[in-house]
Nanobody, 114 residues
């Protein structure tokens, strides 16, 4: 059984920064790709950033140059550093691990507003 525990969401003003963390338990996380998705009200869930088990990284175009995904294999944790946040980044952010059919975290709310 895999558990993903997210933290780091909150309310931030436009231009601000947040760092999301996702700790994976019950598995050796460095053997699998991990990523962050987000879902805004009334919209479909979309992939924000993904880091493969080999370390290849992909970002959705709208966050390139502002968000950085990284992982600490010793801690079984993946991070999403979000800088220069915009109101359109407001969403629930979900951690995902590409093991078997995949596992999701519970989600953490990120709100960008003045």
């Amino acid at each position: 059984q895999v558990q993903l525990v997210e933290s780091g969401g909150g309310l931030v003003q436009p231009g601000g920064s947040l760092r999301l963390s996702c700790a994976a338990s019950g598995t050796i996380s460095n053997l699998y790709g991990m990523g962050w998705y987000r879902q805004a009200p009334g919209k479909q869930r979309e992939l924000v950033a993904f880091i493969s088990r080999g370390g290849n990284i992909n970002y959705i175009d709208s966050v390139k140059g502002r968000f950085t995904i990284s992982r600490d294999n010793a801690k079984g944790t993946v991070y999403l550093q979000m800088d220069s946040l915009k109101p359109e980044d407001t969403a629930v952010y979900y951690c995902y691990i590409q093991k078997g059919s995949g596992y999701w975290g519970q989600g953490t709310q990120v709100t960008v507003s003045s």
